[in-house]
Nanobody, 124 residues
Framework: QLQLVESGGGLVQPGGSLRLSCVVS????????IGWFRQAPGKEREGVSC????????KYADSVQGRFTISRDNAKDTVYLQMNRLKPEDTADYYC?????????????????WGQGTQVTVSS
């Protein structure tokens, strides 16, 4: 059974940075495309970024383009989301999700396995 565990969330001031991690277990990470999603209170889930199964084919939401970077380390079965120049509107619970598809998408319905999430709060 595939499991995903996120970490790295916390409280950060506007303009600051955080790096989220998503550790995959149960199956090798290189079998999966991975997506990062977020959901703020009272808002719908939003696709933030994703990386293809083979790595290197990435996508970003317009709201985070140029500020967030997704990467993976297959040897560590870990996917990262580096978040720079954070804004209060980035405040949300962040989730990673996996799909066996070759390419990734920013649509949550394309993913079958999800982590429990990590909370990010951007506030002064």
């Amino acid at each position: 059974q595939l499991q995903l565990v996120e970490s790295g969330g916390g409280l950060v001031q506007p303009g600051g940075s955080l790096r989220l991690s998503c550790v995959v277990s149960g199956f090798p990470l290189d079998h999966y495309a991975i997506g990062w999603f977020r959901q703020a209170p009272g808002k719908e889930r939003e696709g933030v970024s994703c990386d293809s199964r083979g790595g290197g084919n990435t996508k970003y939401a317009d709201s985070v383009q140029g500020r967030f970077t997704i990467s993976r380390d297959n040897a560590k079965d870990t996917v990262y989301l580096q978040m720079n120049r954070l804004k209060p509107e980035d405040t949300a619970d962040y989730y990673c999700a996996a799909t066996r598809g070759l390419y990734c998408s920013l649509y949550g319905d394309d993913y079958y396995d999800w982590g429990q999430g990590t909370q990010v709060t951007v506030s002064s």
